[in-house]
């Protein structure tokens, strides 16, 4: 089979330049566009280059909708509103579109859902195994354990991320809340501040620390009577979200529209 030819948008952020860099290590695909916003300093300059590498002969552009339309796949860790722009050209396009985006809100989700009936979407708040293993883990205890132990997630990232809780931490609080059967919306607390009275039991809760240089570090407290159970992530390195998206575009080709999490792209589900 041809390589699979793969575009990746906000291509001169943090996690852009990884994935040039994790395309460019993967056996099967090819980088065949990059693409930032129009105005952006990053136009015109090599992708290469611009992820450390030696030049590729790819100029980064703005026309995403021209790229899409000879490629198979897009790579997306940008923002949500282009993140929801590009599933509709990528959805116009026929291509698979990997998002790595966080911070949607249910309105960017509802509009993923609707693109995603027209070409596979593969959606993570992480794209690595130990977390996705971690939200299988979180899931199982949380199902295990009654509301007498409290959940309460806790995560660290680098001083300038934008969004809080992480997708990740919204990834675990869901899986915790599928283990115990309820809706996250319904049981989600963050950031407590002030007189805010006793905990209510079966809630679940958020905290986010942000500084330094921290890739991005999880941590699911079960808090009982007396004892404590803590499970714990920590990414040392962003390569290991870009190899996970590179792994899901592999793992993509071919399939029917619809939404897929990396749970299925690793085969979790089952557990
Ligand atoms: N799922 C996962 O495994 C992971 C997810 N993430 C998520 O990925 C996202 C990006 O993170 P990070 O790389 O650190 O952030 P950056 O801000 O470094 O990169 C985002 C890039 O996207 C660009 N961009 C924004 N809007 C557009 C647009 N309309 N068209 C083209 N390019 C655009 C930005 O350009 P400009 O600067 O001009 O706005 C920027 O270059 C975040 O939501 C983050 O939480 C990060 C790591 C792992
Ligand atoms: O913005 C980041 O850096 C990260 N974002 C993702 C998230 O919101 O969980 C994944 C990772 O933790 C790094």
Redesign the pocket.
């Known amino acids: 089979m041809s390589d699979m030819r793969l575009v990746v ?10 994935l040039i860099r994790a395309i460019d290590q993967a056996d099967g695909c090819t980088l065949v566009a990059a ?8 136009l015109g300059e090599d992708a290469g280059i611009l992820a450390g590498l030696p030049a590729s002969g790819i100029k980064v552009t ?1 026309d ?1 909708a021209a790229a899409f339309a000879s490629a198979d796949g897009v790579l997306d ?7 929801v ?2 599933a509709k050209l990528a959805a116009d396009a026929g291509i698979l579109h990997v ?5 949607l809100e249910p309105t960017h989700l509802a509009e993923l859902a609707e693109a995603a009936k027209r070409t596979p979407i593969i ?6 195994l130990g ?1 996705n293993l971690l939200a299988a883990l979180v899931r199982k205890v949380a199902a295990t354990l009654g509301t007498d132990w409290d959940i309460e997630i806790v995560e660290m ?2 001083r ?4 809080a809780p ?3 931490a919204v990834l675990l609080g869901e899986a915790a809340a599928e283990g115990r059967a309820v809706d996250l919306a319904q049981q989600r607390v963050a950031g407590r501040d002030g007189i805010t009275g006793a905990r209510q039991a079966g809630t679940i809760g958020f905290a986010a620390l942000r500084g330094g240089t921290v ?2 570090d999880h941590k699911v407290i079960f808090a009982g009577a007396g004892e404590r159970l803590e499970l714990a992530h920590v ?1 040392e390195d ?1 390569s ?3 190899q ?2 590179v792994k899901a575009a592999l793992w993509g080709r071919g399939r029917e529209a619809r939404l897929y999490s ?1 749970a299925d792209v690793l085969g979790l589900d089952a557990l």
Do not use: C, Q
């Not at 959606?123 to 690595?128: H, K």
């Open positions: 948008v906000g291509a001169a952020g943090r996690m852009g330049r990884m693409i930032e916003r129009p105005g952006s300093a990053a703005s995403a860790f940008t923002a949500p509103d282009a993140t722009a590009f998002v790595g985006t966080t911070g959606r993570s708040g992480n794209m690595s977390v990232h680098h300038m991320k934008v969004d992480s997708g990740t890739v991005g990414a962003r290991l979200f870009a996970g998206a990396m």
